[in-house]
């Protein structure tokens, strides 16, 4: 078994401020995964990455930036904060071969003034 | 591309009554990964069935669903719904996208109530 870890667990912002969310991973996985959850809105995909300093770009990679600096840890940055913006963040992470279930972690709740 | 679609919204169950959330499939791949996450209020989503298969069924916490690739469908049941199993559904089949690795796609969901 292993465990993702993300970190802050609540991050609240200013309007325009830069954010960044870490994301930690002791599974041994090759791809780490960046989704955004609103209510009424699913999951939907900012960035992944297959291998340690390789990235991908999901359906929302508008407005974020994303640096995998280690097989283990893969951190999101929020460019620029917008107003009132309110969503969870997720991290997740799979194997590349096999079934590829991907693991998530708790999640980070973004709250910006 | 690629599309998942799920029954839509909000379903409202009794306790006690079958669960059928329906799920449907859009891709060129013939060999996808099927999965069935549950997401329970304030939790992330965590793996619930998943199927590679065609046509065999694939249980798990009581829930079921069978692959059927010829009309791309992978719906859940459940016999009787419980109190516990209100929750966001979400159905995802997985695909390769070779050098480009593997993406889950993700609907909207399917949130569960059930009732007393």
């Known amino acids: 078994g292993g465990i993702i870890t993300q970190t802050p667990k609540f991050l609240i912002g200013q309007e325009g401020q830069k954010l960044t969310l870490k994301c930690q991973q002791n599974f041994n996985h090759d791809t780490m995964y960046w989704y955004r959850q609103d209510s009424g809105k699913g999951l939907r995909l900012i960035y992944y990455s297959i291998t340690e300093n390789d990235l991908q770009k999901g359906d929302l990679s508008e407005g974020y930036d994303a640096s995998r600096e280690k097989k283990s840890s893969f951190s999101l940055t929020v460019t620029s904060a917008q107003k009132n913006e309110m969503a969870v963040f997720l991290c997740?992470?799979?194997?590349?071969?096999?079934?590829?279930?991907?693991?998530f972690g708790p999640g980070t709740r973004l709250t910006v003034l | 591309g690629d599309s998942v679609t799920q029954t839509e919204g909000l379903v409202t169950l009794t306790e006690g009554l079958p669960v059928m959330l329906n799920c449907t499939y859009q891709t060129i791949y013939s060999n996808p990964f099927l999965f069935w996450y549950v997401q329970h209020l304030n939790e992330s989503p965590r793996l619930l069935l998943k199927?590679?298969?065609?046509?065999k069924r694939t249980e798990h916490q009581g829930f079921h669903a069978t692959l059927h690739k010829s009309s791309s469908s992978f719906h859940l049941q459940k016999s009787s719904a419980q109190l516990s199993d209100s929750a966001l559904y979400y159905c995802?089949?997985?695909?390769?996208?070779?050098?480009?690795?593997?993406?889950?796609?993700f609907g909207i969901g399917t949130l569960l109530s059930v009732k007393p």
């Open positions: 997740a992470s799979s194997r590349t071969g096999g079934a590829r279930e991907q693991y």
């Open positions: 199927s590679f298969t065609d046509n």
């Open positions: 995802a089949p997985s695909m390769n996208y070779g050098s480009s690795g593997n993406k889950l796609i």
